[in-house]
């Protein structure tokens, strides 16, 4: 047994000693040097000060490869980097600049493959923009053509924590939405940008064709990622189709209703964490422009944890710290009878599911498991939607204050109970609205919060992980209410690669009247 013993430590050592061999020649196949560097490794070799690419520092590489993104025809793209991207590596896609001048960058079309010998060139910044300078041309190789660009979607929240796999790809921000005259300002220069998660800047250079456009309200916006100067990332549109927008006009002289939004769905336990992942799904009941109408939603969450001195709320859902949290949407628009949607990352089921940035409306997106609520009501939380216990739920309301007494336009309370309500005096708890479930008067009887009264209804209390609880039934927008009551322990269930359609239509979801 001992022999066996100090057989396995030995085995154990060499194949430690293997990882450790490979890890640190990233670059090396098969114990010879590879000829070329990917890109990844490439960008990770920066470390802030200009750094010359000798052999050694290189790994003994001496090109790096991949995918020309950059298109010069419309004059937005710096004239004089060539931008290529590659997911050969560990970590996916990564894209880089290589400095070579103007007239050598126009020989090359978007879908080309080359392989440039970036061997005692410098990787550094220019004007904020990581690229290899000192390129010769010559060494240049182009290998293919109209190979297919991969475009990925992103959202401000996510370059922002982690700039570095974003720089110099081609991207999407769906529903990048501006704070522009509208019809009056143009297109060219730098343009503030908020994607509902956070803020960017788009970038349109005086040369380009499409300068002159119109920036409207809100848009989707693909382009190549830049760093910059202003300590913010830039898109870059290669063209005006890159350039799609996306808002409504809304009459201004139509007031907002009693009703101007429902809640029709919640994703309180998504497949994998919860953290960032869980979402809540609106329909609007008139045309919304969320600038001009501000809105806020605000989530509550009764658990032990969140309620360590089982007490009611004192502020109602104002109330903050773990019990509740809050959204804020100012910008955006929603037309009448579409679905809108709030919180994390805009996945479909979890982390590892169907992007739904392009093909939903988002007006709220905010990590909670790293940034505190908005008016700094909710703390830092890894679960927004409780999967079970106390009770839990969702308000939503005309305008950003909310005190105790503020009226919701609706709520949505699920699960089991816990301390919600005290009659005081004075009383406290969590204020509903008149819907389909909660009545702010029982005959004479003023009862305006939940669990006050015969408020003590649930919409549902059956939650299964990656699957949506759906509210599906009938308002009539003529008279301001539910002619079908919204179902209890509907369920639409999901995986992976299920997409936006599976939520949005069918018999389960809410439908509008008119």
């Not at 154990?12 to 293997?18: E, G, H, Q, V, Y």
């Not at 309620?307 to 710290?321: D, F, K, Q, S």
């Not at 005096?425 to 609205?433: D, E, H, K």
């Amino acid at each position: 047994m001992k022999k066996l013993s100090n057989l396995v430590s030995y085995l154990s050592l060499i194949l430690m000693a293997t990882i450790v061999v490979s890890c640190d020649k990233k670059n090396y196949k098969g114990g010879e040097a590879s000829p070329i560097i990917n890109i990844e490794l490439l960008r990770d070799l920066y470390k802030g000060s200009d750094l010359t690419l000798i052999p050694d520092v290189i790994y003994n590489a001496q090109h790096v490869g991949g995918v020309v993104i950059s298109d010069y025809v419309e004059g937005n793209i710096p004239s004089n980097l060539l931008i290529i991207q590659s997911s050969r590596g560990y970590r996916g896609l990564r894209g880089i600049a290589i400095n070579i001048g103007a007239t050598e960058a126009a020989k090359y079309a978007p879908g080309d493959s080359v392989h440039v010998n970036i061997q005692n060139g410098v990787l550094k910044r220019i004007n904020g923009i990581l690229q290899v300078t000192g390129v010769d041309a010559s060494k240049i190789q182009k290998v293919a053509t109209n190979r297919s660009i991969i475009m990925t979607s992103a959202s401000a929240v996510a370059v922002k924590n982690d700039p570095n796999t974003y720089e110099s790809r081609l991207v999407t921000i769906y529903g990048s939405n501006f704070e522009p005259n509208i019809g009056v300002e143009t297109l060219e220069g730098v343009k503030d940008l908020n994607d509902g998660s956070g803020d960017m800047q788009l970038y349109v250079s005086s040369n380009a064709i499409f300068k002159s456009e119109f920036l409207p309200y809100s848009a989707n916006v693909t382009g190549i990622l830049f760093g910059s100067t202003t300590g913010k990332m830039q898109i870059y549109p290669r063209k005006k189709a890159d350039f799609v927008p996306t808002s409504i006009v809304v009459d201004p002289n139509i007031p907002l209703g009693p009703t101007p939004v429902v809640i029709t769905a919640l994703m309180c336990d998504p497949a994998g964490t919860d953290t960032n992942q869980e979402y809540i799904q609106f329909m609007a009941t008139q045309d919304l422009d969320f600038r001009k109408t501000p809105f806020c939603v605000i989530t509550t969450n009764n658990a032990g944890a969140s309620n360590p001195n089982n007490e009611a709320p004192p502020r109602g859902w104002a109330t903050g710290a773990l019990r509740t949290y809050k959204f804020n949407i100012t910008r955006g628009t929603a037309a009448k009878g579409t679905f809108f949607y709030v919180g994390g990352y805009k996945k479909i089921n979890g982390s590892s599911s169907t992007d739904i940035a392009g093909t939903s409306n988002w007006a709220a997106s905010k990590l909670y498991g790293s940034d505190k609520g908005d008016d700094d009501i909710g703390d830092i939380t890894t679960n927004l939607l409780a999967n079970s216990g106390n009770a839990a739920g969702v308000a939503i309301f005309k305008g950003t204050n909310v005190d105790i007494n503020t009226i919701p336009i609706d709520v949505v309370i699920y699960a089991g109970n816990g301390t919600i309500f005290s009659a005081g005096p004075p009383a406290v708890g969590y204020a509903i609205s008149d819907n389909d479930r909660y009545k702010r008067y029982n005959g004479a009887t003023f009862q305006p919060f939940l669990n006050q009264g015969n408020n003590t209804g649930r919409y549902f209390t059956t939650i299964t992980q990656g699957s949506i609880n759906v509210l599906g039934g009938v308002f009539d927008v003529t008279q301001n209410k539910w002619t079908t009551a919204r179902a209890s322990n509907s369920l639409i269930a999901l995986t992976n690669t299920s997409q936006v359609s599976e939520i949005e239509t069918g018999t389960k979801i809410t439908k509008l009247t008119y």
